[in-house]
């Protein structure tokens, strides 16, 4: 089993930042891909990005590259989400998952969900 915390949401004007955090517990993630996912009202779960946990491996959807930025800490087993840049179309609550496929950008491929924390862009 695996649990995972996310933290760091909040409310930041167009062109601001924002760092997300997933905190991982239970059993030990070296084979896990993680990503973050996600939601804007009345629409379906979205891939963001994922990050292999041993490797380090890290792959993008087109709208943020360039823009998000992730990253992991093993020892502390955390996994960061650096947003720069963020436009109103970034709102939305922002889930880490963990799973085993790379690269997974369905949510059918990850086993573990966290809670999600919202993020929400605006003036």
């Known amino acids: 089993q695996v649990q995972l915390v996310e933290s760091g949401g909040g409310l930041v004007q167009p062109g601001g930042s924002l760092r997300l955090s997933c905190a991982a517990s239970g059993r030990t993630l070296g084979n896990n891909v993680l990503a973050w996912f996600r939601q804007a009202p009345g629409q379906e779960r979205e891939f963001v990005t994922a990050?292999?946990?041993?490797?380090?491996?890290?792959y993008y959807t087109d709208s943020v590259k360039g823009r998000f930025t992730i990253s992991r800490d093993n020892a502390k087993k955390t996994m960061f989400l650096q947003m720069n840049s963020l436009k109103p179309e970034d709102t939305g609550v922002y889930y880490c998952?963990?799973?085993?496929?790379?690269?997974?950008?369905?949510?059918?491929?990850?086993?573990?969900w966290g809670q999600g924390t919202q993020v929400t862009v605006s003036s």
């Open positions: 990050i292999t946990w041993s490797g380090g491996l890290t």
């Open positions: 998952a963990a799973g085993l496929v790379w690269v997974g950008l369905s949510t059918s491929m990850y086993e573990y």
